[in-house]
């Protein structure tokens, strides 16, 4: 507060506060008031719009001023988080998928290794628009990106063994992707329990459980 005292017209400090009382403090009415005047301070501040976008989107629930605002916030700037936000908003809670994968793909032009943004274009693929093949392609470029990102190998693990009895080709995925990283502990304890719960091998299965457990104590 004392930053926002000394520098009351400063859109980057009111709205750095704004996201403070909204994610530490979980006072979303006193959140709401900074950010609109960190808005009002700096209206062209992309990072500002989105964030406030993202929050009339997640947290108060107020699709019309979010989109709205996720708009402002994708004319002012390419920034990587925002326009992954918007196009989870577009594909989820507006069901625009032709204009979600717009959005996605502006996200990965504009960070490549964006881990987030690459799984949940991944997911997307998977999910909205039955596109297996694509879908594993941009989960291993996610895992390539950040192969320590837990969430990111969950959304994977739980996509294979999701299309396990719709796509013969669930099992290759998997092979492929233990070669391609065999250091991702995650993924070799997610291939165990796919040979030992899918495929009835508790054999194999142990040998990878050992191979995840020991990289882990490394």
Same mark, same amino acid.
């Given at each position: 507060?004392?930053?926002?005292?000394?520098?009351?017209? @400063?859109? !980057?400090?009111?709205?750095?506060?704004?996201? $403070?009382?909204?994610?530490?403090?979980?006072?979303? !009415? %006193?959140?709401?008031?900074?950010?609109?005047? *960190?808005?009002?301070?700096?209206?062209?501040?992309?990072?500002? =719009?989105?964030?406030?976008?993202?929050?009339?989107?997640?947290?108060?629930?107020?699709?019309?001023? *979010?989109?709205?605002?996720?708009?402002?916030?994708? +004319?002012?700037?390419?920034?990587?988080?925002?326009?992954?936000?918007? *196009?989870?908003?577009?594909?989820?809670?507006?069901?625009?998928?032709?204009? *979600?994968?717009?959005?996605?793909? +502006?996200?990965?032009?504009?960070?490549?290794?964006?881990?987030?943004?690459?799984?949940?274009?991944?997911? $997307?693929?998977?999910? %909205?628009?039955? !596109? @297996?093949?694509?879908?594993?392609?941009?989960?291993?470029?996610?895992?390539?990106?950040? %192969? @320590?990102?837990?969430?990111?190998?969950?959304?994977?693990?739980?996509?294979?063994?999701?299309?396990?009895?719709?796509?013969?080709? %669930?099992?290759?995925?998997?092979?492929?992707?233990?070669?391609?990283?065999?250091?991702?502990?995650?993924?070799?304890?997610?291939?165990?329990?796919?040979?030992?719960?899918? =495929?009835? !091998?508790?054999?194999?299965?142990?040998?990878?459980?050992?191979?995840?457990?020991?990289?882990?104590?490394?």
């Amino acid at each position: 507060r004392k930053a926002i005292q000394c520098a009351p017209q @400063n859109g !980057d400090i009111i709205g750095g506060y704004a996201s $403070f009382v909204a994610e530490e403090l979980h006072d979303n !009415d %006193s959140a709401e008031v900074y950010y609109k005047r *960190a808005i009002e301070a700096d209206p062209d501040n992309a990072v500002n =719009l989105g964030k406030f976008a993202y929050f009339l989107h997640a947290v108060r629930g107020d699709h019309h001023l *979010a989109d709205i605002h996720y708009q402002r916030a994708v +004319q002012c700037g390419n920034n990587a988080d925002i326009l992954g936000n918007y *196009a989870n908003f577009l594909e989820t809670e507006k069901e625009n998928y032709e204009l *979600a994968e717009y959005y996605y793909k +502006q996200a990965v032009a504009v960070e490549p290794m964006h881990a987030y943004n690459l799984a949940s274009y991944a997911k $997307f693929l998977a999910y %909205s628009q039955n !596109d @297996n093949g694509a879908a594993d392609e941009y989960f291993r470029r996610a895992i390539a990106a950040d %192969s @320590n990102d837990a969430a990111v190998i969950e959304f994977y693990i739980d996509f294979l063994q999701g299309i396990r009895e719709t796509d013969q080709n %669930s099992h290759r995925y998997f092979k492929d992707a233990i070669k391609e990283f065999p250091q991702c502990a995650p993924l070799l304890q997610g291939y165990g329990e796919y040979l030992d719960e899918v =495929l009835g !091998d508790s054999a194999e299965a142990k040998r990878y459980f050992k191979l995840a457990s020991e990289i882990v104590t490394l």
